[in-house]
């Protein structure tokens, strides 16, 4: 069953549509609260509306997100922040939980289940605990609504200061050498300083301050810039410090001793003794090849030095980009980024990752003629597997509208059993702004950062119409672990760093010949450049993370004094003589969602690069056959079982941390590479 999708929806009657289904759900609770509890009447009716609801809640989501209409946008946000309201209200009901926790207390009943609707029993009586349902102190309860507001202030607080305290940096033309001609396009000049010489104004967003890190020939120039970028926001140290203490208040509430603990318990890593785990392996066999790789950029800086005539200093992060970037160019040749753009016309890209892909999972793809979509030329995609409709996927690959990434996939409605015995199927988008072509002499042609964007983002899509939960809670994204829920589309992205894979989903523009191996092999082969220093500051980051959230409230360090010394002997890069206050920026750190879980995205290369390596290659060679077992034990579960059990099944064996390490040039002796 396919029901057909409404795009065509109002501000007003998203926020009808949000308050029907929290009018509902509450109605339901109440019922169930009072009623004797069993599978059938206490999980099943609520698993049933929510099946309802969160296929309604994803589409406003998405509206929200690709709309040009800013009152569709401002509802659907509103929307978004009241169901989140109500979602907590209701996982903190005593009443409800009570009923829940004696269906979980049943054993001769939950024999009689299968395997997904026990595990749904589980997570309901799981995310209830973790709101307070089942503390029986009233004023426990009213201090835990008082610590997760003031938590929710603070995290506003700190994005909004992030937002607002816009820096501005006044630079002559000279003092930004080496920039591109497209970064002085329409730059916004001044007179400033003694010489009142015209200055090019450089701001602190993101865009302006990559872009100068990362071209600025100047040493003076770099640090200038560093130093303004990361001294902003200073206040926001004292919001995360009181962030850190009211969490260890919230969760020993909980019954926890520190915001790590509570926080891993949902994760594959269950707590932060496996998450350091995995740091600690990374830290130790990333430090050789990052000293070699800190060796080769300091001899770079030290040329550098020498020909202007200068005293070289030391090697800073104000340094890290500029150089690394001067280092890649080394490997490659100059002309390689623009002879590989030509391999990569936008429109035949997407539709051979599309015919890799379907021959990857054993389904076929169907244009549709004539469905709805929210714009005429989206293009929808029929997916079946053996003649049975799985899914569908709809590609706008010119939303200039949307909001979020310049390309990204979302689940329009989740698939689930319906009470009827039909299933209803998912629905997927991938959503791009790429330009439309001026005619059709002039492609639209994709650098291979796009391309690797698209290969990540269409896997994403098959993700979410490839998986056969039973319920909709666990067909979305927020049902797989955090350090999962990355792990599938990475794992495809790898794809794109294959010579074979490029050479299938490319074809130039003029000659329709594939990209050759050897201008491939190069790009493939530069990946590594620089690399180990990128990731042991994620290992830093990750491990400062667990550090400020697993400590026991008896260390005096504050946490911009604990950055500072971690990042100085597990960075290997200094950030210089100048204090920086960098932990202000970081909003990942304040956010409730993300505390103590930043190593999440690390693990998910660790693991995507492992599942790729062991079983999508095979001696050398693109190894399709691989797609069945990774659907089977990957993709289909969704959050039905647990997400380590299924990679482990596909892998044969436990997870390990050596693909990983041998794609960013580690010697790993034996084991397998992409």
Same mark, same amino acid.
């Given at each position: 069953m396919a029901t057909a999708l409404q795009f065509d929806v109002d501000a007003d009657e998203i926020l009808v549509r949000s308050i029907n289904m929290i009018a509902k759900e509450r109605l339901l609770l109440d019922q169930i609260a009072t009623a004797p509890p069993s599978f059938a009447e206490t999980i099943k009716p609520l698993a049933e509306l929510r099946?309802?609801?969160?296929?309604?809640?994803?589409?406003?989501?998405?509206?929200?997100?690709?709309?040009?209409? +800013?009152?569709?946008? $401002?509802?659907?946000? /509103?929307? &978004?922040?009241?169901?989140?309201?109500?979602?907590? #209200?209701?996982? =903190? *009901?005593?009443?409800?939980?009570?009923?829940?926790?004696?269906?979980?207390?049943?054993?001769?009943?939950?024999e009689l289940l299968c395997i997904?609707?026990?595990?749904?029993?589980?997570?309901?009586?799981?995310?209830?605990?973790?709101?307070?349902?089942?503390?029986?102190?009233?004023?426990?309860?009213?201090?835990? +609504?008082?610590?997760? $507001?003031?938590?929710? /202030?603070? &995290?506003?607080?700190?994005?909004?200061?992030?937002? #607002?305290?816009? =820096? *501005?940096?006044?630079?002559?033309?000279?003092?930004?050498?080496?920039?591109?001609?497209?970064?002085?396009?329409?730059?916004?000049?001044?007179?400033?300083?003694?010489?009142?010489?015209?200055?090019?104004?450089?701001?602190?967003?993101?865009?302006?301050?990559?872009?100068?890190?990362?071209?600025a020939r100047l040493e003076a120039t770099r640090r200038a810039m560093f130093l303004v970028h990361n001294t902003r926001c200073r206040g926001n140290v004292a919001l995360l410090e009181e962030a850190v203490g009211l969490r260890r208040e919230k969760v020993r509430l909980l019954g926890f001793h520190t915001h790590a603990e509570y926080a891993l318990q949902p994760l594959m890593a269950r707590g932060p003794h496996a998450a350091h785990a995995m740091l600690s392996e990374l830290r130790t066999r990333l430090a050789e090849l990052g000293t070699g790789e800190l060796e080769q950029l300091e001899q770079l800086k030290q040329a550098d030095m020498q020909a202007m005539g200068r005293v070289y200093e030391g090697f800073f992060e104000a340094d890290r980009s500029y150089y690394a970037a001067r280092r890649l160019q080394q490997t490659r040749r100059a002309d390689d980024d623009d002879e590989c753009r030509g391999y990569f016309e936008l429109e035949p890209v997407v539709q051979q990752i599309l015919a890799l892909f379907q021959e990857l999972f054993a389904v076929s793809l169907a244009k549709q003629e004539g469905m709805h979509a929210w714009r005429p030329d989206v293009d929808v995609y029929e997916v079946r597997e053996a003649g049975v409709l799985t899914g569908h996927i709809y590609v706008d690959l010119h939303c200039t509208a949307t909001r979020g990434p310049r390309v990204v996939a979302a689940c329009l409605r989740p698939g689930y059993d319906c009470s009827d015995g039909t299933r209803q199927v998912p629905a997927a988008a991938?959503?791009?702004?790429?330009?439309?072509?001026?005619?059709?002499?002039?492609?639209?042609?994709?650098?291979?950062?796009?391309?690797?964007?698209?290969?990540?983002?269409?896997?994403?899509?098959?993700?979410?119409?490839?998986?056969?939960?039973?319920?909709?809670?666990?067909?979305?994204?927020?049902?797989?672990?955090?350090?999962?829920?990355?792990?599938?589309?990475?794992?495809?992205?790898?794809?794109?760093?294959n010579v074979e894979a490029l050479q299938r989903i490319s074809a130039h523009h003029r000659t329709g010949e594939p990209i050759p191996a050897a201008l491939a092999g190069r790009l493939v082969a530069a990946r590594p450049q620089g690399a180990a220093l990128d990731h042991l500051r994620q290992v830093f980051l990750s491990l400062y993370d667990l550090a400020i959230h697993n400590a026991d409230g008896e260390s005096h360090d504050s946490v911009d004094e604990l950055f500072d010394a971690m990042n100085a002997s597990i960075s290997l890069v200094p950030a210089g003589a100048t204090r920086t206050f960098v932990v202000a920026r970081l909003g990942q750190l304040m956010s409730e969602r993300l505390a103590a879980r930043y190593f999440a995205f690390l693990a998910a290369q660790v693991y995507s690069a492992d599942l790729f390596a062991a079983r999508f290659v095979k001696d050398g060679k693109l190894a399709l056959d691989a797609g069945a077992a990774f659907r089977e034990h990957v993709l289909r579960l969704g959050g039905s079982e647990d997400s380590m059990d299924g990679m482990c099944a596909f892998l044969g064996r436990q997870p390990s941390c050596d693909a990983f390490l041998a794609s960013v040039g580690a010697d790993c002796g034996s084991a397998a590479t992409e």
């Open positions: 099946n309802v609801h969160m296929s309604e809640f994803a589409l406003i989501q998405f509206l929200g997100s690709i709309t040009a209409s +800013q009152a569709v946008h $401002a509802a659907s946000l /509103e929307a &978004e922040k009241m169901i989140k309201e109500f979602n907590a #209200e209701s996982l =903190a *009901r005593s009443d409800v939980f009570q009923a829940v926790q004696a269906v979980a207390s049943n054993d001769d009943e939950l997904e609707d026990r595990r749904l029993v589980e997570q309901m009586e799981l995310e209830s605990r973790r709101h307070g349902a089942h503390l029986d102190d009233s004023s426990a309860k009213q201090q835990l +609504q008082t610590l997760t $507001a003031r938590l929710a /202030e603070l &995290e506003q607080l700190f994005q909004q200061n992030i937002r #607002e305290t816009r =820096a *501005r940096v006044l630079f002559t033309r000279g003092e930004l050498a080496g920039l591109p001609p497209s970064f002085f396009r329409a730059r916004e000049e001044c007179r400033g300083g003694d010489d009142d010489d015209v200055k090019l104004v450089v701001t602190t967003d993101l865009g302006d301050y990559l872009t100068l890190m990362q071209h991938l959503v791009a702004r790429f330009a439309r072509p001026v005619d059709s002499s002039v492609p639209v042609l994709l650098a291979h950062a796009d391309v690797e964007a698209l290969v990540r983002e269409l896997g994403r899509a098959f993700q979410h119409v490839l998986c056969a939960t039973k319920w909709a809670q666990f067909h979305s994204s927020r049902a797989l672990e955090q350090d999962f829920v990355h792990v599938p589309a990475q794992t495809l992205a790898r794809l794109a760093w």
